[in-house]
């Protein structure tokens, strides 16, 4: 599973890949062999295997097996766990509407608990979170998206730290959205700083590198700023 973590990306974040999607079927069934559909273990290896089939654009098919390992890890089916989820998605995404963003936040913190006190599954939250806003953003969903991606990057500090390539990945998924979405100064401030960590840990020349020194660039650009 780790050999094809690896090969899936090489940032931590970024799925796709024909051999490491091979690799973490093949680890899902030793896992569902070995210990059981119901093991936390084989949840998280089914949550991967969905990682690399969103890289390679399989939303609905990534969608459906993200969810899936959601509802092991929470004990639940995987419609339960979809209502819950979307429930108290709504319920945040209301009370980040309204301003109230710290009872916005501890919403998110309430639902992804169960996720959080297993070790095995730990530190895929984060990234797990910010696949669930991908999934907001394509509905429309802007209050309940910008909360999940806020919280996924939250999170991901404190369980990684600011230089974990995962974090600097959600980072920069942030900034993207923000700057979809206007928020221009804010999503300056996060591509500058995604490109400085970036730069740090991969180096200047790496593709990921060079994708945040483009969209810098780019709203850069948008601002007149030409030199």
Do not use: C
């Not at 899902?28 to 969103?54: C, H, I, Q």
């Not at 109230?100 to 990234?127: E, M, N």
């Not at 100064?185 to 740090?200: P, Y």
């Amino acid at each position: 599973q780790d050999l094809a973590m690896l090969l899936s990306s090489d940032t931590g974040f970024r799925p796709g890949g024909e051999e490491a999607e091979k690799l973490l079927r093949e680890a899902y069934e030793v896992r569902r062999s070995l210990l059981g559909e119901d093991d936390p273990l084989t949840a998280d290896t089914l949550g991967k295997v969905a990682w690399t089939r969103r890289g390679e654009g399989d939303l609905s098919i990534a969608d459906e097996m993200m969810f899936q390992s959601m509802a092991l890890l929470m004990g639940k089916s995987p419609e339960e766990a979809r209502k819950h989820i979307e429930a108290k998605t709504a319920e945040g995404a209301a009370l980040w509407a309204a301003g109230d963003h710290a009872a916005a936040r501890a919403i998110v913190r309430q639902f992804t608990a169960p996720f959080l006190s297993i070790p095995a599954s730990r530190d895929r939250v984060p990234g797990m979170l910010a696949s669930y806003a991908f999934i907001l953003v394509q509905r429309g969903d802007r209050d309940a998206a910008e909360l999940a991606l806020r919280e996924a990057l939250a999170l991901s500090q404190e369980l990684m730290g600011d230089d974990r390539p995962g974090t600097l990945d959600i980072m920069h998924h942030l900034a993207v959205q923000l700057y979809r979405w206007g928020e221009d100064e804010e999503a300056q401030t996060l591509f500058e700083q995604t490109v400085e960590g970036r730069r740090r840990v991969l180096g200047e020349e790496h593709p990921v590198t060079l994708t945040s020194m483009t969209n810098l660039a780019a709203l850069y650009w948008k601002q007149g700023r030409y030199d």
